[in-house]
């Protein structure tokens, strides 16, 4: 069976152009590089969605630094997560001591994230900060403290710079939401 395409069965509307978020990406990676200098960070992207922005962010940094990655399971639908969270990978890197950027896509209920962040504290970082692109704010069940934020968005569900809808769009060089594609005049 041929499997339709998802991009056939909606509209995207851009909410962030490519533009917007290169040019809060390159700002964020200078004030990182500010915050982190001589420190040496570990930043560690929360696969998938994180992965695109980690890429992007660490070559507008200037300062040495170290990656990882580290991938989450979230049992819900595929718009929205139940909290239910189990660790598929983990980072490879003793962080013991370090200090670390955990890299986020987005930050939803917030409950993904302060599974991840428990798992992180418990290998004694230095310190331990959140930086993610875009915030939900209006979605959050669970108070993280976010130490980097690019857009505070609301509550519509957004694809592209790494984030997905059942895994296609994740290509998209910016931010979109999908709409239903309406059926053509006749
Ligand atoms: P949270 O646990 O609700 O904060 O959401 C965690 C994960 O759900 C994020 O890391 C994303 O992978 C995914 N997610 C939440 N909102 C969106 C969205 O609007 N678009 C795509 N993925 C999302
Ligand atoms: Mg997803």
Do not use: W
Not at 87 to 96: D, F, K, L, Q, V
Not at 155 to 180: K, M, Q, S, T
């Amino acid at each position: 069976m041929t499997q339709i395409p998802r991009k056939e069965l909606f509209d995207e509307r851009v909410l962030l152009s490519e533009k917007q978020v290169q040019s809060c990406v390159s700002r964020m990676g200078t004030r990182l590089s500010k915050d982190y200098d001589g420190k040496f960070p570990v930043l560690i992207a929360v696969l998938k969605g994180g992965a695109v922005f980690l890429i992007d962010l660490i070559r507008a940094m200037g300062i040495p630094l170290e990656i990882d990655f580290m991938s989450v399971s979230s049992y819900g639908s595929a718009t929205s997560s139940s909290g239910d969270v189990k660790i598929i990978h983990e980072i490879r890197s003793n962080i013991r001591g370090r200090d670390v950027v955990v890299v986020e896509g987005v930050v939803d209920t917030g409950l993904t994230l302060r599974y991840v962040l428990n798992y992180l504290r418990s290998k004694e970082p230095r310190s331990l900060e959140v930086c993610t692109l875009l915030d939900k704010e209006p979605c959050r069940q669970v108070e993280i403290p976010l130490a980097y934020v690019g857009f505070k968005i609301g509550r519509d569900f957004v694809v592209g710079y790494g984030l997905d809808y059942d895994e296609e769009y994740r290509n998209l060089p910016y931010v979109a939401v999908l709409e239903a594609r309406k059926p053509k005049e006749k």
